[in-house]
């Protein structure tokens, strides 16, 4: 609240802060301003601390989204929201997943287990007497030694504060013994202080294309029940583009939709998300499901990994690790069988994890997003049919500028800046979505050159004929050791019938 009298439910007559003091706790202490509704009006319930009438959908959906362009208005990205009184049900659930990228309950505690579930974050609520400085030490001792998240949910901090607990009052002494305790584990790295958004999963590049259906059921999606799985545009989707999603009913048998196949590697682990709203079941289950290939293309094996069997809406988080050295590509199969069943699947995201928190390598090409078009360095001999397009054709990860590339009679190329290299190994990595093709192959070849910039040598690296999305994972190291600096060059082969949108380079040094 940030003035007096207010429409706040809780507390009509008291202004907290002003929205100068608010921006100061985001600009100058880096705390995350969230949502807490337009009025704290419980958003399911009546009676008791709640309102007397119910909320309709659409009022629902009027807290939801004016109290996130309030924020948006005074310089507040919030993407997390704390339901009043930690009021909610699926039907208000599957509302708030289009508007946050979270949501914490109140009465839902304890600590969070990892990969989390980002739509009901569970909590420790701090009261005065039921839950003294001692028990949220506990709580971080458990989050320390279990390797969870734990999260408290403060209200109104007094240096007096009232020994009722429902007045949802606590102690700035005690306040303080919390922060320092927990300021002693993060300086012993035992445990990281983190905001709501900073403490989900999250991570790049996103290794499914057309993750949010955007383009229906295509880039690589297909299904098996084209008459009961489809591609929607009711907004049944999910945060932070819900308009599109695919929708899933149970029919006389199962029904299955299927990923695009992503290279994997059995020394990786990997992290799968997806937005599931079960909106109705009266029997079965909608379950996620790995299928595992080998190099040659053929299935060899598969892991199922979650399912849901309930009304519920939830993002689900889960790991995947190749069952072996032979597998050499993944894909996602989301089934539905059972009866009664509608919903949707939206966002769905496969990130390879790291080992750990390590700072990554700077990529070392310039503009290897396209965002300043074929510039910076890039060039090509073909500037009618290698251009810059700005039509959300590029990678997940940044979609909106990529390189289009159509073939003619002749092989054309785009070469990307000369980059210095020395003694060692580097890691060249893009985007390629082939869309057509007749015949022939995307090339990719390094040029090679000597401090004097003349060209000495080169290696051809890959050539990819594949339609749809190749995640491009070249190992380059210089020929010699006369070799300065080195240049990326995309061969679009002559009379091939290609076309093709090129996206996201990242050299690096291994």
């Not at 939801?64 to 362009?69: I, P, Y």
């Not at 990529?402 to 002749?410: E, L, P, R």
Request: aromatic share 10%; proline share 5%.
């Amino acid at each position: 609240m940030t003035a007096a009298p207010n429409n706040c439910r809780a507390n009509t007559d008291v202004p907290y802060m002003t929205w100068d003091q608010i921006s100061q706790l985001q600009n100058t202490y880096g705390w995350e301003i969230g949502s807490h509704t337009v009025d704290h009006q419980c958003l399911v319930s009546v009676g008791n601390d709640c309102q007397a009438t119910k909320l309709t959908a659409s009022q629902v959906d009027a807290e939801l989204s004016n109290s996130k362009a309030a924020l948006a208005a005074h310089g507040f990205n919030a993407t997390a929201l704390a339901t009043p009184y930690g009021d909610y049900d699926m039907s208000v659930l599957a509302q708030i997943a289009k508007y946050y990228s979270s949501m914490r309950g109140f009465a839902d505690v304890g600590n969070n287990i990892w990969p989390l579930g980002d739509l009901l974050l569970h909590n420790t609520p701090a009261q005065e007497v039921t839950t003294p400085v001692a028990t949220l030490k506990a709580k971080v001792d458990e989050a320390i030694a279990n390797k969870t998240w734990a999260i408290f949910t403060f209200h109104d901090i007094r240096p007096s504060p009232s020994q009722t607990p429902d007045d949802y009052q606590y102690g700035t002494a005690e306040l303080d013994q919390l922060a320092a305790y927990v300021q002693t584990k993060v300086a012993a790295g035992q445990i990281r202080n983190v905001n709501v958004t900073k403490g989900l999963v999250n991570g790049s590049p996103n290794l499914l294309a057309n993750p949010t259906f955007n383009n229906g059921i295509a880039d690589g999606w297909r299904t098996d029940t084209p008459a009961s799985i489809t591609a929607d545009a009711g907004n049944n989707g999910s945060y932070p583009d819900p308009a599109k999603s695919v929708k899933l009913v149970s029919g006389s048998a199962a029904g299955h939709l299927f990923s695009p196949k992503v290279p994997v590697t059995a020394s990786t682990n990997y992290l799968f998300k997806a937005f599931l709203n079960v909106a109705s079941i009266t029997s079965g289950e909608v379950g996620f499901y790995v299928d595992e290939y080998n190099a040659a293309g053929q299935w060899i094996s598969g892991q199922f990994r979650k399912r849901e069997n309930t009304r519920w809406v939830e993002s689900m988080n889960f790991t995947y690790t190749p069952s072996s050295t032979s597998v050499a590509s993944a894909s996602l199969q989301v089934y539905v069988t059972g009866t009664g069943i509608t919903a949707y699947v939206d966002n769905m995201q496969m990130m390879a994890l790291g080992a750990g928190s390590t700072t990554p390598s700077p990529n070392l090409v310039a503009n290897g997003t396209f965002d300043a078009g074929i510039g910076s360095g890039w060039r090509t001999d073909s500037a009618s049919t290698i251009l810059a397009d700005a039509a959300n054709h590029g990678s997940p990860a940044n979609p909106v500028n990529s390189v289009k590339m159509t073939a003619t009679t002749a092989n054309k190329h785009l070469f990307s800046p000369q980059v210095a290299v020395s003694a060692g190994s580097y890691k060249i990595a893009s985007y390629l979505n082939i869309t057509a093709r007749t015949s022939g192959e995307m090339g990719f070849y390094i040029d090679e050159y000597n401090s004097a910039g003349q060209w000495i040598s080169g290696q051809y690296k890959l050539g990819v004929t594949a339609a749809g999305v190749t995640n491009v994972d070249l190992t380059y190291s210089p020929s010699t050791t006369a070799v300065a600096t080195a240049s990326l060059q995309v061969i679009v082969v002559g009379n091939s019938g290609l076309q093709a949108y090129f996206d996201d380079v990242r050299w690096t040094k291994s």
